[in-house]
């Protein structure tokens, strides 16, 4: 069976870090597109952070040059570092795997940027 299990979420201040893990299991994960989206109060769902297959990386704007994503195909993880967090980068994260017509979501982990 498919799944994404998320780790590392936590309460901060800000400007400090947070590293994210999403272990997966059931899926040839070395083939798979994998992401973080994340999703604040009231707000719609969005995209954070994206490596393919090929190792290509995307950003979102607000937090491009903050974050880094990364992935470890030997260990089926990807990571999401997370520096100079700002109050509002609080928000539920979600880790996602995609191949083709299959996208597989994890259950979110809380992260919080609060003073």
């Known amino acids: 069976q498919a799944q994404l299990v998320e780790s590392g979420g936590d309460s901060v201040q800000p400007g400090g870090s947070l590293r994210l893990s999403c272990a997966a299991s059931g899926i040839s994960f070395s083939f798979y597109a994998l992401a973080w989206y994340r999703q604040a109060p009231g707000k719609e769902r969005e995209l954070v952070a994206r490596?393919?297959?090929?190792?290509?990386?995307d950003y979102s704007d607000s937090v491009q040059g903050r974050f880094t994503i990364s992935r470890d195909n030997a260990k089926k993880e990807v990571y999401l570092q997370m520096n100079n967090l700002k109050p509002e980068d609080t928000a539920v994260y979600y880790c996602?795997?995609?191949?083709?017509?299959?996208?597989?979501w994890g259950q979110g982990t809380q992260v919080t940027v609060t003073s």
């Open positions: 996602n795997a995609v191949l083709e017509t299959r996208s597989i």
């Open positions: 490596v393919r297959a090929n190792h290509r990386l």
